[in-house]
């Protein structure tokens, strides 16, 4: 390669260092008469001689076998049109590029090589740690004994990561089999033979209408006035509903926010239930995200909690800190309908 270089730093120093303008004129010198007979003529017959002895000396020292330098030289001597010898003479030599393109194109060929094999070597390595992966799957999802319902309706997922798949949905109250598998905050299920992941902290060892909450929703909401009809006052009758199943449901509730100039209170879409009682206050939530697709709700809060519909299969989600009690509902559960 270093060898290589030379010789083509030898004809370059060669092709620049030749002037064909001087070479041109001189052959015209040679010839006989210019054009332009006269100073420039006869100056330029003897400087003819000099660069012939020149040329060829030049080309016996560089001249190593390589074939560039002798085409140089030959293409920088060879008679040519006045106008084209000058490029002529800067032309690259020919043989000398075919050699460079294909020691390139070959190098380039290895270097493809070696990269596609480090490639498979790679498919072939994350093949086998995926195989290891769905084996360690399998076992655990035909293993899978233990029975758990749900609390919710819960999103199911395809895995437990962040790039999983939402692949189906879970009834509130189903009974599921858990393979006892946990990862990111997701519990691993085996349905139908498959690994299924739902969010952690939604199931539960006894059958939900064991508690107070879904036996009111199994029975059916109260669409009945409440003894306050005052509450009422703005309310759409969306709102007027979720109103009257609660108070229905939860009669130890004595007061209420209805409409109000701010938040979701301006539109009369929301309900604020007042209890600081966290047992309770949790029941009235649960009881609410139970009837949510009947009550058509929005959102319901609770202690800096959130739980909607459309995110159903998230649960409760943390809220930011507003900085109050109530601006936090602590003292109330906050409810608005779509
Ligand atoms: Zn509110």
Redesign the pocket.
Known sequence: MADHRHKRDTTARLRTTVPTALLRTAREGVRGPSAQPGRTARVAAPVALGLTVGAVGLGVVVSDGSPDVGASVADAAAPASPSGSASAARRPAPLSRDADRSEAVSSAAQRQAAQRAAQQAARRAAAKVAEAKAARTRAAVAAADTHRWTTTALNLWDGSGQDARKVGLLDPGAKVLVTGRRANDRVELAIKGRSRWVTAGYLTATKPLATPTARAAAGGLSSAPCPNGSVENGLTPGAVAVYRAVCHAFPQITSY?GYDAH???ASGR?L?IMTSDVALGTQIAEFLRANAARLGLFDVIWRQRIWTPERAGEGWRTMEDRGSATANHFDHV?VSVR
Request: proline fraction near 0%; charge should be negative.
């Open positions: 926010g938040g979701e209170h929301a604020d906050h």
